[in-house]
C-alpha cells in the first residue's frame, strides 16, 4: 500500500509562492507517474500537473504552465510543486496520487483522477487578493 503525505500548504497573497511536498512510503516510485490535483469549495477536481518518476517528462494543466514546476527528488521518494505567481482562482486543496506508468499512454491519460489509484489527504492552499 503506497501512502503519500502533503505538506506545504498555506495562505499566501496573490503573486506570492509556495512549495507544495508529498511525501512517499515507497523506497522507489521508478515506473510510477506521480500527479497533483486540486478542487475548490464547490467545484470538481482537476488536473494540476504529472511528472513520469523515471524519465522526467512533466505535463501540465493550461492554467498553471509557466508559473507551477513539478519536480522529484528520488533520494527523498518526494514529489515537489513550486508555485509562483499565484492567483486567488489557484485556492484550493491540493493532492498527489500515484499510479504506475502504463505503456503506450499518452499524457492525457494522466491528467483524469479516476486513473490514479494513490491519494494522498490534501493540503489547503489559500491564495488572498
Known amino acids: 500500500q503506497v501512502q503519500l503525505v502533503e505538506s506545504g500548504g498555506g495562505l499566501v497573497q496573490a503573486g506570492g509562492s509556495l512549495r507544495l511536498s508529498c511525501a512517499a512510503s515507497e523506497r522507489t516510485f521508478t515506473g510510477y507517474v506521480m500527479g497533483w490535483f486540486r478542487q475548490a469549495p464547490g467545484k470538481e477536481r482537476e488536473f494540476v500537473a504529472a511528472i513520469r518518476w523515471s524519465a522526467g517528462s512533466t505535463y501540465y494543466a493550461d492554467s498553471v504552465k509557466g508559473r507551477f514546476t513539478i519536480s522529484r527528488d528520488p533520494a527523498k521518494n518526494t514529489v515537489y510543486l513550486q508555485m509562483n505567481s499565484l492567483k486567488p482562482e489557484d485556492t484550493a486543496v491540493y493532492s498527489c496520487?500515484?499510479?504506475?506508468?502504463?505503456?503506450?499512454?499518452?499524457?492525457?491519460?494522466?491528467?483524469?483522477?479516476?486513473?490514479?489509484?494513490?491519494w494522498g489527504q490534501g493540503t489547503q492552499v489559500t491564495v488572498s487578493s
Open positions: 496520487a500515484a499510479r504506475t506508468y502504463v505503456y503506450g499512454s499518452g499524457s492525457s491519460y494522466y491528467t483524469e483522477a479516476l486513473h490514479y489509484d494513490y
